[in-house]
């Protein structure tokens, strides 16, 4: 059974204004990195490592965050998430070293894509299948508001960056306190009036061969995809458009925002599409496509930068509006939290990989806004991990195709 179309629709709010939170603290880092690096001295090897360790924990940690989800429901483990999210986040904002920003990121990380995993269950949960992919869109796009959000705020909050790098990082605190209320909410709501509840089995590591060839697919698109994007747009890109396209902070900080801004409302169209029409594989290895089309006008090209931004713009709605749904689609509903919780698993191996091994790239090549041609490397770098991306989309689609038009037309 599925829970009321009201409740359903208040849930999704407050996971919506969760996720919105949760999503500015994660991108606080980039609009602070030229600041950091000339306020403290950090390099972009330390700069990296901020994001990275975000991610590191989650190599491992993110599967039994997914397993919880199994075991305890996702509104708990919700609640749970957000406390430890806020935790991180004041330790960033208030620590005076470079080993306590790190931590406050670590323990941060570990809250976040946990969080990541019960937010998308709870959708599951209490939206039904007709409208999943538009429910989770929705989600997403919300997201992303808090991601364009952290990449306006030296405009929004202009005052807080004239005072250097700390303030910037309280507002992200707040941010984050805003996610724990919305998720305090859902929880009382869950145990007034709860969804249908999923049996659990136990956990047995076996269950993981058990998922098929597409899954396997979908994971290895999922690590490269989100290491090429995030690696590169939540921590590099403001830093290379300042520095090898000469824009200011401020700038810069606007264009990266549209790939985010863009996202907004087109991740919730690409859900009711995928919806509509069921045929997700085209859809999914078309939007992998666009990724490595747009870095390389950056890379190799005198093209305006909104061209470039525009079709990652495009590309970062369609394939998490798609990508998410299908999930849910290729595993049992009472092993859907650990089938995420592993997809999060190999996904931030791969985050944290690209963020340090772009960061070295960098540093490497003397990276500078006096040498921008040192970027070269890393834009490289991502190139070809995404041209991976595509190739696994285009094994997913051969493997997944015919089944998603069967199962449509069969719904129809």
Not at 76 to 99: E, H, K, M, N
Not at 117 to 126: F, G, K, M, P, R
Not at 134 to 139: P, S
């Given at each position: 059974m599925v829970a009321s179309h009201s409740i359903a629709w208040f849930v999704l709010a407050l996971i919506s204004v969760a996720l919105y939170g949760n999503y500015y603290v994660y991108d606080s880092i980039g609009p602070i990195a030229d600041l950091l690096q000339t306020q403290r001295g950090f390099s972009d090897i330390q700069i990296g490592?901020?994001?990275?360790?975000?991610?590191?924990?989650?190599?491992?940690?993110?599967?039994?965050?997914?397993?919880?989800?199994?075991?305890?429901?996702?509104?708990?483990?919700?609640?749970?998430?957000?406390?430890?999210?806020?935790?991180?986040?004041?330790?960033?904002?208030?620590?005076?070293?470079?080993?306590?920003?790190?931590?406050?990121?670590?323990?941060?990380?570990?809250?976040?894509?946990?969080?990541?995993?019960?937010?998308?269950?709870?959708?599951?949960?209490?939206?039904?299948?007709?409208?999943?992919?538009?429910?989770?869109?929705?989600?997403?796009?919300?997201?992303?508001?808090?991601?364009?959000?952290?990449?306006?705020?030296?405009?929004?909050?202009?005052?807080?960056?004239?005072?250097?790098?700390?303030?910037?990082?309280?507002?992200?605190t707040i941010m984050a306190a805003v996610s724990l209320a919305a998720a305090l909410f859902y929880w009382i709501m869950d145990r007034r009036s709860p969804a249908a509840k999923r049996e659990s089995d136990p956990f047995v590591l076996s269950h993981l061969l058990h998922f098929g060839k597409p899954y396997w697919y979908l994971l290895l698109l999922c690590v490269f995809y989100y290491a090429v994007i995030l690696a590169f747009r939540s921590t590099f890109s403001i830093k290379y458009f300042q520095h090898a396209h000469g824009l200011s902070l401020a700038a810069a900080g606007t264009m990266n925002s549209y790939v985010f801004l863009a996202s907004i409302f087109a991740t919730p169209f690409f859900g009711w599409l995928c919806d509509r029409i069921g045929r997700y594989a085209p859809l999914l290895a078309f939007g992998a496509f666009l990724l490595p089309v747009s870095l390389a006008l950056m890379a190799f090209t005198n093209w305006s930068l909104w061209m470039a931004t525009a079709l990652i713009g495009v590309s970062f709605s369609l394939v998490p509006a798609v990508m998410w749904p299908m999930a849910s689609k290729l595993v049992a509903p009472n092993r859907f939290g650990t089938a995420l919780g592993l997809m999060f698993v190999v996904q931030n191996a791969g985050i944290a990989g690209a963020n340090l091994v772009a960061g070295w790239l960098n540093d490497g090549a003397g990276a500078t806004d006096r040498n921008p041609a040192g970027y070269q490397p890393m834009m490289l770098f991502f190139l070809g991990l995404s041209a991976v991306g595509v190739a696994c989309a285009l094994l997913l689609w051969r493997t997944a195709g015919r089944r998603d038009q069967e199962a449509h037309t069969n719904a129809v």
């Open positions: 490592m901020l994001n990275a360790i975000y991610s590191l924990p989650n190599v491992v940690l993110v599967l039994v965050g997914g397993v919880l989800v199994d075991r305890f429901g996702a509104a708990r483990v919700t609640l749970w998430t957000t406390a430890i999210c806020l935790l991180g986040a004041a330790l960033t904002a208030w620590s005076p070293t470079f080993v306590g920003m790190a931590a406050g990121r670590l323990l941060f990380g570990i809250g976040a894509e946990t969080l990541n995993i019960s937010a998308t269950t709870a959708i599951a949960d209490y939206c039904g299948a007709r409208h999943l992919a538009l429910a989770m869109g929705i989600t997403l796009g919300t997201g992303r508001l808090g991601s364009y959000s952290a990449d306006m705020s030296p405009e929004f909050f202009a005052s807080a960056y004239a005072q250097g790098w700390q303030p910037p990082l309280v507002i992200a």
